[in-house]
């Protein structure tokens, strides 16, 4: 096994550095699980014949994994990070491949479960090496390039799907076994065509919980909670208040993978000019609207196109969140990066494994309540973002710290 420093690696064709490698795990992540969620809502309404609660159920086991991201810390005192990013990558693809092989319920809670601890293992490896591996100058631009670069791929899977579903009268099976497939043999590539990069800070192999990073947790957690609304339920409602068809859902997302394309650049310079604190401030204050007016289609029956634009928009307020990432790396010890990405990924899924079921039940009973709990933590996390300092550094961490 060859092992390179970060200086040493410059040396090498771009092909072969670690942002150029980090470009090619962002491309390859999306390709199967951006397929797997296009695909989800009708796969499970269709086949499996699901409802609000079991929808709800099935997020919560998808989150499992999410909640346990802490026992990272545990196997990279074996394994490599990067080594276990691209182990996760290989799972992840495997288990989508496979998905329609299984279609009742509990198969594709299985199988859900497997390509849940390959996606979120590989986020967390992937969050941690984009901090240790990016300086902090360069940090907002090359992440909103990422977004760009996984936008891109995510784009190239849906736009399949939404050229040759029909044409081709593809299954949903053909679909999960070719973009599942595609995901892990990058994946096992990238193992063999690159050495393994040393990062100019040993990391720390146990877990560290520090006081100063309480703001960090706290934002995590929030965003934990809030991304589960759009997950489970935007394209849920999609398809069961409006009648979507695959093709029809996957044109919303093909919508926000090209902004994504050309606004995530973008968003990495308003990051590095205006900073995290009005950057996540905006972020949080747009969420709030947009969750309100998602109730709103509940309770005054406004129509599929004023739902189709707050999907869209809600999507590119969330595409905002890689400033709270340049935030900790800001506040962050650099031997913590590897340790906190695992535990803030835990913190991140507390209310993720247990908030989809609950909020499944409450579906049932009143959609437009689920939208306005998901209103009230987006503005619970505006009041959070307002203690973020304009120069967040350590020992400077929130404005209450000096």
Known sequence: MQIVTLQEAQSAPVWRRPIFLLFVMAAAMPIAFATWSALLNNFVIE?????????????????????????????????????????SLVLLGVATAVTAWFPQMGGILTLTLLSSIGFHYYETVNQSLQLQWISKAQAPQVLGWLLAMGSAASLVAFGVIVVTWEWLALSFNTAYMISGGITAAIALACMVLYPQFQ?????????????????????????????????????????????????????????????????????????????????????????ALVFLAYGGIYMFGWGVMLAGALFVIDHLFFSLAFALKTYFQKIADPADIAPTAAVAFTINHIAAVGLPVFLGLLWLFSPSLVFILAAGMALTSLGLALLIPRRPEPGYETILSR
């Open 199 to 287: 990062s100019p800070t040993p990391q720390h192999k146990t877990m560290v919980l520090r006081k100063r990073y309480w703001l960090y947790y706290a934002l995590q957690f929030m965003a934990g909670a809030r991304r589960q609304i759009f997950m489970v339920f935007a394209g849920f409602m999609m398809v069961e208040r409006f009648g979507f068809d695959v093709h029809e859902l996957t044109s919303l997302y093909l919508i926000n993978l090209v902004m994504n394309m050309f606004i995530g650049p973008v968003f990495g310079r308003v990051v590095a000019r205006y900073g995290e604190r009005n950057t996540l401030i905006f972020e949080y204050a747009g969420l």
């Open 47 to 87: 086949v499996a014949n699901f409802d609000g609660a079991d929808i709800g159920l099935l997020h919560s086991v998808r989150e499992i994994p999410g909640f346990l991201a802490v026992g990272v810390i545990a196997i990279i005192i074996f394994l490599r990070e990067q080594v276990l990013g691209l182990l």
